[in-house]
């Protein structure tokens, strides 16, 4: 079965950093894009950007003001999202997605892991 | 970036209706469009890819339609279980940006 599982809740302070992570399975997870989505409290959802695990080859999306960093490592099949200095905006599930394709492709997310919730709070 | 407008942001409807929700690229997209279906508390799933290809296993009274930069997810005869929230994402260009959302209300 092709997935994707995330890491766990987080609670943190203005100004801590955290990475969270997505582990993929069931595929090759070199060959596909991840993508990073967020949805903040009641709102839509907000592309952040993609990465090729293949090469780390890294896009972020223009209108998402971060900043993250999204890193990957092929080697255990992980994604990952970070940040360095949290702030209370942060607050909102992070998702990850499968792109449906590898390379130069125009393919969409088939593939979603659970969500990790992100509380950043004093 | 490309952006993507969808229409309406809610609406009402009754088991058994049809149910047409609209989607608009500020650029041409080809047929690079995807429809997912959210619920409350639960990861997006996908609908349709390519603008008009039926994901496997979702039920054949979900239908989409358009290229270019028009768009539409129809559902005919809505189910108690549709209703939730939906959204497209053009995938042509790698920002991969979605709609705002049309939540389905039961009426």
């Known amino acids: 079965e092709v997935q994707l599982v995330q890491s766990g809740a987080e609670v943190k302070k203005p100004g801590e950093s955290l990475k969270i992570s997505c582990k993929g399975s069931?595929?090759?997870?070199?060959?596909?894009?991840i993508g990073w989505v967020r949805q903040m409290p009641g709102k839509g959802l907000e592309s952040i950007g993609i990465i090729y695990p293949y090469d780390s080859d890294t896009r972020y999306s223009p209108s998402f003001q971060g900043p993250v960093t999204i890193s990957a490592d092929k080697s255990i099949s992980t994604a990952y999202l970070q940040w360095s200095s949290l702030k209370a905006s942060d607050t909102a599930i992070y998702y990850c997605?499968?792109?449906?394709?590898?390379?130069?492709?125009?393919?969409?997310?088939?593939?979603w892991g659970q969500g990790t919730m992100v509380t950043v709070s004093s | 970036d490309i952006q993507m407008t969808q229409s309406p942001s809610s609406l009402s409807a009754s088991v058994g209706d049809r149910v047409t929700i609209t989607c608009r690229a500020s650029q041409t997209i080809s047929i690079f469009l995807s429809w997912f279906q959210q619920k409350p508390g639960k990861a997006p799933n996908l609908l349709i890819y390519a603008a008009s290809s039926l994901e496997s296993g979702v039920p054949s009274r979900f239908s989409g339609s358009g290229s270019g930069t028009d768009f539409t997810l129809t559902i005919s005869n809505l189910q108690p279980e549709d209703f939730a929230t939906y959204y497209c994402?053009?995938?042509?260009?790698?920002?991969?940006?979605f709609g705002g959302g049309t939540r389905v209300e039961i009426k």
């Open positions: 069931g595929y090759r997870f070199s060959s596909y894009w």
């Open positions: 994402q053009q995938s042509y260009s790698s920002s991969l940006t």
């Open positions: 997605a499968r792109r449906d394709c590898g390379g130069d492709c125009r393919g969409g997310f088939d593939i």
